[in-house]
């Protein structure tokens, strides 16, 4: 047995470059909907980092049409029945 049998090679010894984790949509939203209100905990930046702009805008123009929707939609449920 050589000394080289009892060491492993470099190349062996350095893990493989990981592959970029993408946030799911479910992570999405969630930044989005801590955002509405302005509060976020700092751990959860770090988890942030892997979402695409893009996807946050999406998500967060969907978020806010939604929110009006909804609001449009109580207020006219609200002042029909009211007479």
Known sequence: MTNS?????????????????????????G???WSFFGVRKGRHMQQDMTIKPLHVVIVGLLSGLAFVLALVALVTYITRNAS
Request: charged share 20%.
């Open 5 to 29: 049998d009892d060491q492993s090679s470099p190349e062996s010894a350095s893990p493989a470059p990981a592959e970029p984790r993408h946030a799911s949509l479910l992570q999405v939203a």
């Open 31 to 33: 930044a989005v909907f």
